[in-house]
């Protein structure tokens, strides 16, 4: 897989297809495969004629680990992503994040709006807004001797997935504990590329898509019917409205 130094850092990503760019961002304590080969979101776009891009974070998959918080302030993080699009020589790409990853796209975004020609957000709706707690407590769930040594159920999820994911727990608690910028109903409503917010029914970590949507002119909500923050991912809905949501997008 190529990668690309990013102020310092090496980012490794995928690349694979034809046609208009994809960026696809994944969420904390995923990569690459995790997020969007093994849910066949590669394939599926892959199929709809999209030249698809999937990076690992920083402290992720592949990518270079990092054991400082300082080195996973989102506006770093996004500029990780622009900088795979500057590897892969890409003008403009589609960037779609889940979770951290849509956090992560929100503030690319609004750092470099000349080179998206569309946005999706999901896994993180109003709550990229309102903000979401329990760093602390995942970041001590990560260093925790063993899984049983947990008290906190959530922190105790998030281990698990770390364990599932091969992640290096070191380098994942550095990132939890990253100084969260707000992402501001102005920055919001700056963001000018047509955009879908999507979040679970039952996401209570992402919060309402219907009301991010409102604070970005023009854009799309769905909600994903019974779907909570880890069913939502490969929902089958979702990816048809999602590659329905381009195809109208890139016309």
């Known amino acids: 897989m190529p990668s690309v130094v990013s102020d310092g850092v090496t980012i490794d990503y ?6 208009p760019a994809v960026l696809l961002i994944h969420g904390f304590a995923s990569n690459r495969m995790v997020n969007w080969v093994n849910t066949s979101w590669t394939s599926q776009l892959k199929r709809a004629g999209y030249r698809v891009l999937a990076l690992d974070n920083r402290g992720h998959g592949k990518s ?3 054991y400082d918080p300082a080195r996973y302030r989102a506006e770093m993080m996004a500029a990780d992503a622009i900088a795979v699009l500057d590897g892969a020589g890409v003008e403009k790409a589609a960037l779609f994040g889940y979770s951290m990853g849509a956090r992560i796209a929100a503030f690319a975004a ?3 709006p000349d080179r998206l020609w569309a946005l999706v957000i999901a896994g993180l709706a109003s709550n990229l807004i309102a903000g979401i707690g329990g760093s602390e407590s995942i970041a001590e769930a990560l260093e925790a001797p063993s899984v049983e040594d947990i008290p906190d159920e959530a922190a105790r999820a998030f281990r698990v997935f770390a364990g599932q994911t091969g992640g290096d727990r070191q380098a994942l608690a550095a990132c939890i504990r990253a100084s969260r910028q707000a992402f501001s109903a102005e920055s919001a409503a700056s963001i ?3 955009t879908l917010v999507v979040a679970g029914e039952n996401d209570d970590i992402a919060g309402s898509a219907d009301e991010l949507a409102a604070l970005i002119p023009g854009a799309k909500a769905l909600t994903l019917p ?3 923050h880890m069913s939502a991912v490969g929902d089958k809905l979702h990816k048809s409205e999602v590659v329905a949501f381009l195809d109208a997008a890139r016309l």
């Open 64 to 66: 270079e680990k990092l």
């Open 192 to 194: 000018r590329v047509p």
């Open 110 to 112: 609004v750092a470099a």
């Open 14 to 19: 995928l690349d694979e297809g034809e046609g």
């Open 226 to 228: 019974g779907r909570d």
